[in-house]
């Protein structure tokens, strides 16, 4: 089996509920996908000088998550950072997983007692709901 480095990695096996996205029946499969579709452009703006190949998942958490949500199911939440903001993450079931947590390299998260984050909230920032519907339309070609 593949091994992955994001958070939740090994019990990522909850199943799509949707069929929109063709191939994706897993956050693994998600993944997967969006590695060749996570760039520069679809990184926070506030980020972006941070963002490398290297460090595909920098930036792209909310966008990422939601769109998990969509696929998957379940909830986003949210862990506050030293800035304010907030880094968004999925649970579904029993099952809690975080495809982008690579960008924190060895920062351990605390992915208990966080609080639900809302899309309405966060795509009242036009420039996220952008970035977000390119990530859907990327992943549906």
Known sequence: MKKYNFYG??????????DVYAGIRTPLDLYDALSEIWCADTCAPRMRGNWTPENKTMGQC??????????????VYGIRRPDGNYHCYNV??????DLTSEQ?????????????QFRETHFAKEEKRLRYEYLKKA???
């Open 9 to 18: 990695w090994e019990q990522a096996d909850v199943s799509a509920v949707t």
């Open 62 to 75: 909310s966008i990422t998550a939601f769109l998990a949500q969509d696929i998957f199911g379940g909830k």
């Open 104 to 116: 924190f390299g060895e920062e351990v998260l605390c992915y208990q007692g966080n609080p639900e």
């Open 139 to 141: 992943l549906q070609k």
């Open 92 to 97: 579904v079931g029993d099952c809690c997983f």
